[in-house]
Structures are given as structure tokens and as C-alpha cells.
């Protein structure tokens, strides 16, 4: 698409994109100290107007006026500056070595105008700075959904390395993943992405960014540009290399919105108010049942009913280190409404670390999984653990479905051991319900978490 063609996009509609940043911004700026920024092909300036709110001092830059006018507007809206630049980016060259971060998002041309651009982009980043570059990768045509459908607009991790080969980059991680989407069919589909974070670590930011609505949704008059999406990424400082993680195809369905929502709608209407919080929410893409949920789609479920959520990884069986921080990111960029929890493996030698870390960092609890991590509630490990949550009063919500041996008898004992920590028997405790009820009574920091397989089954656990 051309100049012309762009200005009319824009004018066409409110806005073409969401105003609220992109998730791969949120989450990797998350560990970057605010400084100059470049967004590069701005479009309507949501991304820099949330750096902006973030303490960035941002330049916007695009070759559309229609979008530059309404990235204007969405500041002033925010109560925020930015310098916007209306330029060709085949003929833009920006100031040498002198921004932070340099964000290049969706810029979808040929790649003979890709190529210039990015390297001049790359260009630009400073000494210890970073460069963050999203886009749609190629085998999206073929395994994905939505997005441009001209193979001469796509490119993948690869591409990218080759564009700032030479620039002085380093990079730290270019790879394709891949994340769920509902189709206008219904049907739930992956597509591949490939990401590269930034440098390690999280800051907050004022912006809240549970206003979207949920990103996987493909909605009849949504743009599929913002449905699936790949991130080619290359972040300075850090090791070459170019890993893939793939999440297998999930089958079937966990989510029943069509059905809670008359529930949800009646409890609107009764005196008072009414705030869901859901105490067992879960975000990640490398859980070995397939599962693969991230934190756009999480606030998208709270917004419209304005809840908040416990928030802790799936299974990863890398360690959590990484999806910890991703969970502190979350909390931390939209004012708390998903609320962290670090989860940790007690097998791990450093999981009591882990978990001072996380805390020290934000996080309000700990999760445990006794089948994915295969240990038993009385394990040594375990008492470690729950000895510096008695010492911090944190919570600790325990996974107790079926097929946990003695679990029962264990929590009970760790809950008159540790009677500060309050501990929390996920998933209606059904692994021992049907007697440890009796014993509950006598342990007022035990509690049964209800997150379960339907309603149904809680409705006979509460009965």
C-alpha cells in the first residue's frame, strides 16, 4: 500500500489498529530503563504513546498524515508528548547511534525497501541500547491465519538477521513460536511467530492495557493484521541464536464465555456491585498438554466484567525463571488486575531463591505442581519452600487434582506447620475431598481453591 492508500485506511475508521500497545512491546520494554525510543512506521501511534506514558522520550515516525494526525490525538487524549515525523522511510534517515530502543513493528514492504529501512533503523540504536522488530512471518501464509496474504511482504528470523548483518548488532534472540487464535469459524488455530526479547528485567509502567479486547478473537470487522502476528526481533546485547519452540495443536475447548455469560449478566443486575476475580489463571506456551494462552487474550476475559486474576505459568520444563518475570511484566503493565504468582519447581536447587527473587520483584504468591513436577506434598524440598512463605505470610496455591498420592495428609501437615502461609488446594482439592472436608475445619490457613473441569462437578463438591 501506498501513501495515498494508507491515508485513506486511516481516515476510513476510528482506528484501524487497537490504541492500546502491542503485547510484545509491553513485554519486552518491560525490562528496559525509559530513555530516548524510535518507533519506526508508527501508524497511529499507539506504541509510542504508551513508551511516552511510560517516561520514554519517543519520536514517531511514518510516511501517512492521516495516521500521524490521529497519533497526535491519541496523546493529547493521554495527556502525553511525543515528536511525530511524516516521512518516507526509504528516504528518512534517522539520527545516528542516539536512541535506547528502536521499535520496527509490522512493516510489511518488498524486501528491497525492507531491507534499507531496517538497517537504517538498526542504525540508530545507541551503545547498550535495543532494537525490538515485529512482523509476520512468512509460514503464516501456510500455517497461520490472517495477516497479508502477498509473500513478497513477509520474511522471517532469518531475513532479519541477514538486514542487520554488519550493523553491529548483537543479537540475543531471533525465533519463530507460535500462539493460539479463534477463526471467524470458531475454529482454534496457531500460527508461527518469531520473537527476540530485550534485555532482561521489569520496570512499571502507568498504562494499563486491560482495555483490549482479547486479541484471539477474530472478530467479523476486526483487521487481521492485529489477529496473528510473527515478531522478528533482534535485541542487542547477547548470544546468536536462533531456537524454535512450537506448541503442539490443542484440541477440544476450556473456554465456556457463551454460557457464563447470561450467569455473569444476571449477577450485573442485582443491587450492589459485582467484581469477578478468578483465582486460578494461567499464561504460557510450553505446557506439554498443548495449552498455550498469553497475557492479551487473560485481559481481554477481565475487562469486560473489570476483573482481576491470580496469574502463574504453565508447565515449563525449562525452569520459570524466565516465564516468572513474564508474569510480573503482565501485573506490572496493566496496575496490577492480573495479580503474580511465581511458580517453581522444588526439585530445583534454587527454587527458595526463585521465589525470594519473584517476590522481591512483585510477586504475591507461589504455585506448586505436584504431578507436572512429580513430588509429593511432603517432600523435603517442599517444607523449604513453605518455611519462607510462613516467614512472608505469602500464599501457596497447591494443584490438587487426581493422581497425587497423600496429598491430603501432607497438606494438613503443612498447614498446622506453617501457620502463616495460608495454603491453597487448587482445583476443589478432589484428589482427597472426600474426607480431608472433615479435617479442614481445624486448619484456618487451609483453603479449597474452586477451579475445576465444569460446574458441574464444583456444584456436586459443594453439596
Known amino acids: ?38 518507533d519506526v512506521a508508527c501508524g497511529e501511534g499507539r506504541n509510542t504513546v504508551w513508551l511516552a506514558e511510560c517516561g520514554w522520550r519517543v519520536s514517531g515516525v511514518d510516511f501517512s498524515e492521516v495516521g500521524l494526525e490521529k497519533a497526535r490525538a491519541l496523546a493529547r487524549a493521554r495527556g502525553v508528548q511525543a515528536e511525530w515525523v511524516v516521512a518516507d522511510l526509504l528516504a528518512y534517515t534517522p539520527e545516528p547511534r542516539a536512541f535506547d530502543l528502536v521499535l520496527v513493528f509490522y512493516l510489511q514492504v518488498p524486501a528491497a525497501e525492507r531491507r534499507p ?51 553491529g548488532l548483537e543479537i540475543e534472540r531471533a525465533e519463530t513460536v507460535r500462539r493460539p487464535v479463534q477463526t471467524p469459524e470458531g475454529n482454534a488455530s496457531r500460527l508461527t511467530r518469531s520473537s527476540a526479547p530485550a534485555v532482561p528485567g521489569r520496570w512499571s509502567c502507568p498504562r494499563s492495557i486491560a482495555g483490549d479486547p482479547p486479541m484471539s478473537a477474530s472478530l467479523p470487522d476486526s483487521n487481521p493484521r492485529e489477529q496473528m502476528r510473527d515478531v522478528l526481533a533482534t535485541p542487542q546485547p547477547g548470544t546468536a541464536r536462533s531456537p524454535q519452540r512450537v506448541a503442539a ?29 478468578d483465582c486460578h489463571t494461567h499464561l504460557g506456551c510450553a505446557d506439554p498438554d498443548g495449552s498455550c494462552f498469553d497475557v492479551d487474550e487473560l485481559l481481554g ?43 517453581v519447581d522444588p526439585h ?28 509429593e506434598l511432603g517432600d ?84
Open 301 to 343: 476475559a477481565l475487562a469486560p466484567v473489570d476483573g482481576r486474576a491470580v496469574v502463574f505459568p504453565l508447565a515449563e520444563p525449562d525452569g520459570y525463571r524466565a516465564a516468572n518475570d513474564q508474569m510480573l511484566a503482565a501485573a506490572a503493565a496493566s496496575k496490577g488486575r492480573p495479580v503474580a504468582f511465581c511458580r
Open 249 to 277: 495443536p490443542q484440541t477440544g475447548g476450556m473456554v465456556a464465555d457463551a454460557l457464563l455469560d447470561p450467569w455473569f449478566s444476571y449477577l450485573q443486575d442485582r443491587p450492589g456491585p459485582t467484581r469477578l476475580y
Open 1 to 38: 500500500m501506498d501513501r495515498e492508500a494508507w491515508n485513506r485506511c486511516y481516515a476510513d475508521r476510528e482506528l484501524v489498529w487497537t490504541s492500546e500497545p502491542n503485547r510484545f512491546l509491553v513485554a519486552e520494554a518491560a525490562g528496559l530503563e525509559a530513555g530516548r525510543a524510535l
Open 380 to 463: 523435603p524440598a517442599v517444607r523449604r519452600i513453605l518455611a519462607l512463605a510462613d516467614e512472608r505470610r505469602l500464599p501457596v496455591i497447591v494443584h490438587a487434582g487426581r493422581g497425587i498420592p497423600a496429598l491430603g495428609r501432607d497438606a494438613l501437615e503443612l498447614a498446622r506447620a506453617y501457620p502463616r502461609a495460608p495454603l491453597i488446594l487448587a482445583h476443589a482439592a478432589i484428589a482427597d475431598l472426600a474426607w480431608i472436608w472433615r479435617e479442614a475445619a481445624g486448619r484456618p490457613n487451609l483453603f479449597f481453591g474452586p477451579a475445576w473441569w465444569n460446574t458441574a462437578i464444583s456444584s456436586r463438591c459443594s453439596h
Open 117 to 167: 529501512i531496517v538497517r537504517a533503523a538498526a542504525g540508530a540504536v545507541a551503545a547498550g541500547g535495543a532494537f525490538l522488530l515485529v512482523g509476520h512471518d512468512s509460514r503464516n501464509l501456510e500455517l497461520g491465519h490472517g495477516g497479508p496474504q502477498d509473500p513478497a511482504v513477509l520474511y522471517t528470523a532469518g531475513d532479519v538477521l541477514r538486514d542487520v548483518e554488519g550493523t
Open 348 to 375: 530445583d536447587g534454587d527454587a527458595v531463591r526463585e521465589v525470594e527473587r519473584a517476590v522481591a520483584r512483585g510477586a504475591a504468591g507461589i504455585k506448586l505442581h505436584p504431578r507436572a513436577e512429580r513430588f
